[in-house]
């Protein structure tokens, strides 16, 4: 677990390919459908998880699949999870790897020239940092891994979807969680106050898994892709190309907005909000799924994966309007974005990137109103 990035010999970065892929369904020899039997183990840092957590709230099953948030700083050990006896301030006050600045933990006081602020990423501040595992009462994501196969040996991450029956992963790949989430095998559960969406309808199934694909490797994995690269004309190929795709995305937002102007007269701008997605005029995985990546662009990938040629706020308007849309009038979205976890794991934990470890304060604010 040295490098936080898969190993590859031409200073490339290449992603590891998911180990456990399996399905929750009815058909399913194991894995049935049930309330309070699945369980996701998420950071709130990680883009990959947070279209679970999206994807969750849309589909109303907060209370059917409960979740566990690692802390926000990845150790050489991996993901850690706070112990359920670190859950009051009183038990951590006495606990000797318990450091809290006054005014808390913010972005100016983590300062690794500062010999304390090692310890400020040990911050226990129980639900803030980290949630704990009712499950198996892990401290490590590992465990979860090693319980369901002993010989695991790849790179142990988020999100990983679990079994409490059998204590095994179901799947650690979000892709396939968040298309298991909208399968409706958990619709008889799901809250009746959440209004029904269907995140992959049949009409719109092959632009949407279009988009996907070029989305994924080209701006979800590009960012990555040109932050890890450890070679400049790699990073000066990957940040043109994922500067070309948000150019593609702006291309289909811009057009969108000028039919639905169209459509619905210029002054009528809540009507074309309720309309401004990706694919068709309905919110959709392929929204899901680039969502995440949009929201960390201007708080990290701009100066900690060196995606500077500009920002999602100044140089992409209908990007720009599309993010604030969804993060401002919609729950699923502004609640399961943490710009506080998405900024200190970043640039606390990529030590390689950023070996002071100082946090930069800006841009303010995180996100702009709508
Ligand atoms: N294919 C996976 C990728 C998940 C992934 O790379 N997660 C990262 C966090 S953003 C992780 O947990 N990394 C921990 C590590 O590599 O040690 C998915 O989409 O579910």
Same mark, same amino acid.
């Given at each position: ?22 399905? $929750? ?28 957590? $999206? #994807? ?20 050489? %050990?991996?993901?850690?999870? !706070? ?16 450091? %809290? ?35 198996? &009462? ?26 409490? &029956? ?10 396939? $969680? ?7 095998? *958990? ?14 309808? /049949? ?21 990555? /892709? ?8 790699? +990073? ?6 994922? *500067? ?25 701008? #809540? ?10 005029? &309905? ?7 680039? +969502? ?25 308007? +209908? ?16 609640? #399961?974005?943490?710009?506080?976890? $998405?900024?200190?794991? +970043? ?8 070996? !002071? ?14």
């Amino acid at each position: 677990m040295s490098k936080q990035w898969a190993d590859s010999t031409d200073g490339s970065f290449k992603r590891q390919v998911s180990s456990f892929q399996e399905v $929750i369904s009815p058909s399913h020899p194991i894995y049935k459908p049930a309330k309070n039997r699945y369980w996701l183990y998420v950071s709130l840092a990680c883009p990959w998880a947070h279209r679970t957590l $999206i #994807t969750r709230a849309l589909k109303g099953l907060t209370a059917v699949i409960g979740v566990s948030v690692v802390h926000w700083h990845l150790d050489s %050990e991996g993901w850690r999870f !706070l112990t359920a006896d670190q859950a009051t301030r009183e038990r951590a006050d006495k606990d000797a790897s318990y450091y %809290e600045p006054a005014g808390g933990i913010t972005t100016a006081t983590l300062d690794y020239s500062n010999p304390q602020a090692k310890v400020a990423n040990n911050s226990a501040r129980m639900f803030v940092d980290s949630t704990f595992d009712p499950n198996e &009462q892990f401290e490590r994501l590992s465990q979860l891994y090693l319980k369901t196969d002993p010989n695991y040996r790849a790179r142990y991450t988020v999100p990983v979807l679990w079994d409490t &029956q059998t204590q095994t992963i179901v799947s650690n790949e979000s892709a396939q $969680i968040i298309r298991t989430l909208n399968s409706g095998v *958990f619709d008889e559960f799901a809250d009746p106050g959440t209004e029904p969406i269907e995140l992959v309808p /049949k009409n719109l199934e092959r632009e949407i898994d279009e988009i996907n694909a070029w989305v994924y490797d080209n701006i979800n994995n590009g960012v990555y /892709k040109a932050g890890f690269a450890e070679k400049a004309d790699i +990073y000066e190929k990957e940040v043109a190309n994922v *500067f070309e795709h948000l150019d593609k995305a702006e291309k289909i937002l811009k057009d969108r907005h000028e039919a639905l102007v169209e459509k619905h007269g210029k002054n009528n701008i #809540t009507d074309i909000l309720d309309d401004y997605f990706l694919a068709g005029n &309905q919110l959709t995985e392929a929204d899901v799924r680039l +969502y995440p990546t949009i929201a960390r662009f201007d708080p990290v990938y701009v100066q900690h994966f060196k995606c500077n040629l500009t920002t999602i706020r100044d140089g992409y308007p +209908y990007i720009s309007l599309w993010l604030r849309n969804l993060y401002w009038g919609n729950d699923a979205f502004r609640l #399961t974005t943490d710009f506080n976890h $998405i900024k200190l794991h +970043y640039t606390r934990s990529h030590t390689r990137l950023n070996p !002071l470890g100082i946090t930069p304060l800006g841009p303010r604010p995180d996100i702009l109103q709508l």
